[in-house]
C-alpha cells in the first residue's frame, strides 16, 4: 500500500504546475485524498483534500480560486492543479490516504498512509 506523488518542480511566479498522485495497493476510490505542503521552518498544513467520489473538494482560504483538486478513480490517481503560484507556495508537497472520521476536512491524524513529498519551488 503506497501512494506516489509527482510533479514538482521549479516555475516562475504566476504558473502553473499539476501534482499527480497515484496509490496502489489499494482502491483510491474508498479514500478521501488530502494534499498538504511543508515550508522550510513551518508546520505542515492541509492544502486541499478531495472525497471518495470526487463530489466534495475543500481548498485551505490562501489557496480558493487557485488550486483545483480532483481525481480519476478508474487510473486510481487524485491531482492538484495548481495555477496563479506565488513564492508562499514554495513546499514539500504531500499526498495522503485519509478516511472521513466525522468532520470536514478531516484532520491530519485521519490521514495514514502518505506520499514521499515533491518540490514545488516558485521563484524568478
Known amino acids: 500500500v503506497q501512494l506516489q506523488a509527482s510533479g514538482g518542480g521549479l516555475v516562475q511566479p504566476g504558473g502553473s504546475l499539476r501534482l499527480s498522485c497515484v496509490g496502489s495497493?489499494?482502491?483510491?476510490?474508498?479514500?478521501?485524498i488530502g494534499w498538504f505542503r511543508q515550508a522550510p521552518g513551518k508546520e505542515r498544513e492541509g492544502v486541499s483534500c478531495?472525497?471518495?467520489?470526487?463530489?466534495?473538494?475543500y481548498y485551505v482560504d490562501s489557496v480558493k480560486g487557485r488550486f483545483a483538486v480532483s481525481r480519476d478513480n478508474a487510473k486510481n490517481t487524485a491531482y492538484l492543479d495548481m495555477n496563479s503560484l506565488k513564492p508562499e507556495d514554495t513546499a514539500v508537497y504531500y499526498c495522503?490516504?485519509?478516511?472521513?472520521?466525522?468532520?470536514?476536512?478531516?484532520?491530519?491524524?485521519?490521514?495514514?498512509?502518505w506520499g514521499q513529498g515533491t518540490q514545488v519551488t516558485v521563484s524568478s
Open positions: 478531495i472525497s471518495g467520489d470526487g463530489k466534495r473538494p
Open positions: 495522503a490516504r485519509g478516511r472521513y472520521g466525522g468532520r470536514w476536512p478531516p484532520s491530519q491524524a485521519d490521514y495514514n498512509v
Open positions: 495497493g489499494f482502491l483510491l476510490e474508498n479514500y478521501v
